[in-house]
């Protein structure tokens, strides 16, 4: 008889053949130094419906490959030779794609409807063979699995067999019915508010729900607000949706707190929006800004009748504690940036940016003080994020043409994982402009796509916060691409150009309680039935379904008239959709909840109340390591061991496992040339029937920050602009996107960095007439917590802005790509070299070479952007007029390694002299290869187009340095004559490449 | 003559269809899209069409195996509408997840006629990896794929996770004596793949990249031709474009 919580049926589907998944997972094992013989795997469902034994059999041969495996029912697999057992499910309520798509596999089976949160439920057994023991079976499993989202079991073979397999438990969720709604006292002492506001409300057994990340001076606001226009205590309903809507998450209240008293606009009016400002009116009728800063995504002209947006957003705490759910919910969200900008943009590209630490770096590190609470190795984060991407983009069939990693030790605390979504919408759908939408006063407020569970509670105001050991776990999220792919396809490519509704907004952060409060901007107030909303699972207290950020759901508003029709498409390809309430035009919002009014607040007071706060600054000069040594003997050597770096080297892997072809729409490559080498800069074209591209980049530098950031800030504009340019995008129609990941955001000296930045980010936006289209920020990338032996720690990531760009060119045929063509072309490098080696890879080498330790400097690269906007043009002229064979932009790693990609991405060899350098004043042949100069391209020209070519840059820094080879040698000549580097194209490709192969 | 009607399916993660369309389309066909769930709630839409399309994709989620939970709607849905599909004088292509979906559900190979049963797998990769790169795949003579008729070569592109073509051995040599490998992985000189990564870069049984029915009218493929239509889409076009410009 199954006991309550046990499913009737547990059928296990297994190879009947060798188990390719078996073969991975030994194979990796004996990687990380484990004796293990063989592995075999069954997927076990766990189905508790009310069907005959005779049924469950028919519907478990749909779960089967008949040709490759097979199955038992209620009977455990037992493969001849294992000595241990392991079995990994989700726990209760963490989203199981795998159920939820048999249950609808089922479902269509049987024709009838199974009970959502306790019909099926999937569970993985690894059966290991192997030198293998109790302890040794234990740290296999925490390998395996996360601790936060899954439970574990481990039998013996002696267990498995005397308890018949692994059981027919179920993960039902129990959660004590808590409908009520509490009240909450405000008018407490200065104490006892800041701990309301830090750890949240208190629960009656003295626990506390998690943080409102509210600070005194918010929490005065409140309280004042209350006790004088309401007139009474606050719900916590009504606390919790304030905490959301002005956590920093959502408000960005660093970026629009004033800043020291020569900017009371604050970093974002006066830094950033203005910038963008600023460029469009100096542009004039040659603008093509679209939608800047107040939508979901930033959109810019694509042609007449199209608009292309863009977004990049982050997702770096929850990708620290799951990093596969946090990169794979960070991916789908950003993609409903564009489903949610305008009345909906396809999405039409996926980009992204990884920073980890050494992912061999395995000396471990704790959030307290106990051997349980390690956080993930770098090597676990990398591996989770990288495949996190992959299953959200790969699913939703939006390529990933272009994206980088980094690495840094400082990143070791909290990873940082940047997604951004590019966006295609015609301008104008059913008749009527696609950018401008407003949800009007009595449109049914209707919300599509997944239910609503405990998944995200709490996620705007948990990243607001640095990482710590009470973090919640109900923080951590697993994305669902295809329930997010139907609703996709039913709104961009049905619902909107059918004009079912008004106005629609993503559910990111602060679930429903941001997304209807922000579209009820548009009217004026709301109404919403709380009871209505569709919820994975019973139990969840009013305020847990007001904040809950669920994933895959966005808010719609609908008219009367369209509504019906509205639901019936939605219906009719799979995706819920549920009228919870109306748009109105009261000034206020407003929930009820089982007959009772539980929430009732000013939108004014909602949207506008945050005071205002003003942040000072203080400069602080720490002293800088000066890089002194000496130019190395044998540059061959280095050389290797440069293009071999984590941050230079190839990371085919991860570009070729990310779908960068689908939709068609792929012009150059992620990884470019017969040699496949990663290219900084990718086009797309993303209507088919059109000859215009999209240029996509970006560029960042953390090692600078410390520097001095406005340059730092200066150099990361630099290179997205001119990477961009490398590929054939042009700087009349080029726009840029800052994502700020800083530290320790409280701290003043943090916040001068912040605003040397920004005021970078101003004057060369400005300077290179490339606006800002959107940004966002995350102030608090910091860890607390205790190193290997139990003292504590503080890692904070280094200051790091991305900036990404996005471009149009007008024919495609003309774009670019880094590799060597032809032998006998010609290479030229185009700009000027200083002696700019502060912060570079070069001076990180040297210094663990000779000191163990990274040297930095203080010579970091700066950027004359109005003579460098000149070598820009020339290099638009010259591609234009199809003289560049091959350009690669000049970036990390400097000369040396710009002309190994080039040569390794031809499988082509080259001889360069140092000493054709026009007007060279560095005595030093290492500075001259690594220097991270900015404004430099590395080309090569058919030699019949040479002075075509050397015309078009007469007055501006040439330097035409050698000639492809045909032979495979790799040869560069120093400012003396003499061979300093001479190698073979096979051996870069070697160690271009050996670095991170293994993964 | 008039133009071929195109029926692609759509819904539930299939993701290329726009893209297989346009391709139709511009190959000379009335290419239109149709939600699976809107065929089956009025199956007589496919007495309209000559062609039918599964394209890429990750119906499903790919969960479970892919192409398989559609492969069981179709089945639960629309399994003698299909019969009555392929009888008639009818073209049949699966892509990618497409040729997933028509091996589970049955219609490839289809050496006993349609009876709902697999009888190959694609398995997953053998680098147990997703893979996106450009291949060389060559095409059988003797193959009756209607599809692939005339063309001895391509260069083309594969994104899959689960792309290794498997059959037991009764039915891969009753597969290779009726010719229905349509196409095959080689190598740059032309020679066969030969199991070797990453010119076969799934493992493919006997390198195989497409196997068709035996009247050629139903053929499925790894390979997705529909990536391959215009020269500026090859992973080479930059190249061959500056030797092109010399000659």
Redesign the interface.
């Given at each position: 008889m199954p006991q309550p919580n046990t499913a009737k049926f547990r059928i296990e589907v297994f190879y009947k053949k060798s188990d390719?998944?078996g073969?991975?997972v030994r194979d990796k094992f004996i990687s990380l130094g484990y004796s293990i013989n063989n592995v075999y795997l069954a997927?076990n469902y766990l189905i508790d419906i009310e069907v005959d034994e005779e049924s469950i059999k028919s519907a478990a041969e749909?779960?089967v490959?008949?040709?490759?495996?097979s199955y038992y029912i209620n009977k455990p697999y037992n493969p001849e030779n294992f000595d241990y057992c392991i079995e990994i499910g989700f726990l209760p309520g963490v989203t199981d794609?795998?159920s939820?798509?048999?249950r609808?596999?089922l479902e269509?089976?049987f024709k009838n409807k199974f009970d959502e949160e306790k019909s099926v439920f999937y569970t993985t057994c690894y059966f290991f063979k192997g030198e293998l023991d109790k302890d040794i079976i234990s740290s296999i499993g925490k390998e395996l699995y996360n601790p936060l989202i899954q439970r574990i079991k481990i039998y013996s073979k002696e267990q498995y067999i005397s308890n018949n397999g692994m059981g027919y438990e179920i993960p039902v969720v129990h959660i004590s019915e808590n409908s009520g709604v509490d009240n909450v006292d405000l008018n407490l002492d200065d104490e006892s508010l800041q701990l309301l506001g830090r750890e949240g409300i208190a629960n009656s057994d003295g626990t506390r729900r998690g943080p409102l990340a509210l600070d005194m001076l918010s929490m005065n606001v409140i309280k004042e607000y209350f006790n004088n226009e309401e007139k009474r205590e606050p719900t916590d309903i009504e606390l919790e949706s304030i905490a959301q809507t002005w956590s920093e998450h959502c408000k960005h209240t660093i970026f629009a707190a004033a800043i020291d008293d020569d900017t009371p606009g604050g970093i974002y009016k006066s830094y950033i929006r203005e910038a963008t400002a600023r460029i469009r009116k100096e542009k004039g009728d040659k603008d093509f800004c679209v939608s800047v800063f107040t939508d979901n995504s930033g959109g810019i002209d694509f042609d007449d009748d199209y608009i292309i947006s863009d977004k990049v957003e982050t997702h770096n705490s929850p990708s620290a504690l799951d990093p596969f759910g946090g990169a794979i919910t960070g991916i789908v969200g950003v993609n409903r940036d564009s489903i949610g900008f305008g009345m909906g943009a396809k999405p039409v590209a996926n980009r992204f940016g990884f920073c980890f630490a050494d992912p061999e770096d395995e000396v471990p590190v704790y959030k307290n003080k106990s051997e349980d609470s390690k956080l993930l190795s770098p090597r676990r984060i990398m591996e989770g994020v990288v495949h996190g991407v992959?299953a959200g983009g790969?699913?939703?069939?939006i390529p990933t043409p272009q994206g980088f990693i980094y690495f840094d030790d400082k990143y070791k605390g909290k990873p940082l994982v940047f997604v951004g979504t590019i966006g295609l919408m015609p301008k104008k759908t059913a008749g009527r402009s696609s950018v401008e939408k407003s949800a009007l006063p009595g449109d049914n407020i209707i919300i599509v796509g997944g239910r609503v569970g405990r998944d995200g509670i709490h996620g705007a105001t948990f990243s607001s916060e640095a990482l710590y050991s009470g973090s919640p776990a109900t923080a951590v999220q697993i994305g669902?691409?295809?329930t997010q792919?139907?609703l996709s396809?039913a709104i961009v490519k049905e619902a909107r150009d059918a004009a079912l509704y008004n106005s629609i907004t993503d559910n990111g952060a602060g679930g429903l309680s941001c997304s209807v409060a922000e579209m009820a901007k548009e009217c004026g107030g709301f109404v919403v039935d709380l009871e209505s909303i569709p919820l994975k699972y019973h139990g969840l207290s009013p305020w847990q379904i007001w904040v809950s950020e669920s994933q895959e759901r966005m808010t719609l508003s609908v008219p009367d008239n369209k509504k019906d029709e509205f639901i019936s498409l939605m219906t009719?390809?799979?995706v819920e959709a549920t009228v919870i309430g109306k748009f109105t035009s009261s000034g206020r919002g407003v929930v009820n909840y089982k007959g009772k009014e539980i929430f009732n607040l000013k939108l004014d007071f909602l949207h506008d109340g945050l005071p205002k706060r003003n942040l000072f600054t203080e400069k602080n000069d720490s002293p800088l390591k000066f890089a002194a040594f000496r130019e190395p003997e044998d540059h061959n050597e280095v050389f290797h061991k440069m293009i071999s770096r984590l941050n230079v080297c190839s990371f085919e892997?991860i570009s070729?496992?990310?779908?960068?072809?689908?939709?068609?729409n792929?012009?150059?490559?992620p990884?470019?040339?017969?040699g496949r080498v990663n290219s900084n800069v990718s086009v797309i074209?993303p209507l088919?029937?059109s000859l215009r591209g999209v240029v996509i980049s970006q560029g960042l530098y953390p090692s600078y920050s410390e520097i001095d950031p406005y340059w730092m800030a200066a150099c990361s504009i630099d290179t997205a602009v001119r990477n961009a340019i490398s590929a054939g995008g042009s700087i009349d129609h080029l726009a840029i996107l800052d994502n700020f990941c800083w530290c320790d955001s409280n701290n003043p000296f943090r916040l001068w960095q912040l605003k040397q930045a920004a005021k970078a980010c101003y004057d060369f936006a400005v300077a290179y007439g490339t606006p800002y289209i959107s940004g966002k920020d995350s102030m608090f990338n910091d860890f607390k917590g205790y190193d290997e032996n139990f003292n504590e720690i503080n890692i904070s990531i280094p200051p790091t802005l991305l900036i990404s760009s996005i471009g149009v060119m007008k024919d495609?045929?003309k774009?670019?790509?880094i590799?060597f063509?032809?032998p006998g072309d010609l290479i030229y490098l185009i700009g000027n070299t200083g002696d700019e080696t502060g912060g570079s890879e070069y001076n990180a080498f040297m210094g663990e070479k000779e000191q163990g330790e990274k040297f930095t400097g203080t010579n970091i690269p700066k950027v004359n952007a109005e003579f460098s906007k000149r070598v820009y043009k020339a290099m638009e002229t010259a591609v234009d007029e199809?003289l560049v064979?091959?350009c690669i932009s000049i970036e990390r790693g400097g000369l040396a390694v710009a002309a190994a990609k080039s040569a390794a991405a031809?499988i082509m060899g080259c001889e360069i002299k140092l000493a054709c350098i026009k007007d060279n004043v560095i005595q030093r042949n290492d500075i001259i290869l690594y220097s991270e100069s900015q404004g430099r391209f590395l080309v090569s020209v058919?030699p019949?187009n040479k002075d075509k070519f050397e015309n078009i840059f007469n007055d501006l820094p040439c330097h035409l340095l050698g000639i492809i080879k045909k032979e495979s040698s790799f040869i560069i000549e120093g400012i003396s004559g003499k061979k300093i580097i001479n190698t073979d194209i096979r051996e870069i490709d070697y160690n271009y490449k050996k670095k991170l192969k293994k993964y | 003559m008039a133009k071929p009607e195109t029926l692609i399916l759509t819904g539930y993660g299939i993701n290329c269809e726009e893209e297989t369309a346009f391709a139709f389309s511009t190959a000379g066909s009335n290419a239109r899209i149709i939600h699976i769930n809107d065929l089956i709630e009025n199956s007589r839409i496919l007495d309209d069409y000559q062609i039918l399309v599964f394209p890429g994709g990750f119906s499903y989620g790919d969960d479970t195996g892919s192409g398989k939970a559609l492969a069981n709607r179709m089945k639960n849905n629309l399994f003698e509408e299909i019969q009555k599909f392929i009888e008639r004088d009818t073209l049949t292509l699966g892509i990618c997840n497409g040729f997933q979906v028509l091996v589970n559900l049955g219609l490839l190979p289809i050496l006993n006629g349609f009876d709902g049963n697999a009888q190959a797998a694609l398995e997953y990769n053998a680098s147990f990896r997703y893979q996106c790169r450009w291949v060389n795949v060559m095409i059988e003579k003797d193959s009756p794929s209607i599809f692939t008729k005339d063309i001895e070569r391509m260069h083309i592109p594969v994104a899959h996770g689960e792309g290794n073509f498997y059959a037991p051995e009764d039915i891969i040599e009753k597969i290779e004596s009726q010719n229905l490998v349509s196409m095959r992985y080689i190598k740059d000189d032309g020679s066969r793949g030969n199991s070797e990564f990453p010119f076969n870069p799934n493992g493919s049984m006997n390198d195989i990249a497409s196997i068709c029915s035996p009247d050629g009218r139903i053929t499925g493929m790894m390979p997705h031709p529909e990536r391959g239509m215009f020269f500026t889409q090859r992973d080479d076009w930059t190249l061959l474009k500056e030797k092109y410009l010399r000659d």
């Open positions: 390719p998944r073969i991975a997927d749909t779960l490959q008949p040709v490759t495996q794609n795998i939820h798509t048999v609808e596999s269509d089976f992959n790969n699913t939703s069939g669902d691409p295809i792919k139907k396809d009719k390809r799979g892997y070729s496992q990310y779908d960068h072809e689908v939709q068609g792929s012009v150059t490559k990884l470019q040339g017969k074209r088919l029937n495609i045929t774009a670019v790509t590799d063509k032809i199809r064979a091959s031809g058919n019949g | -």
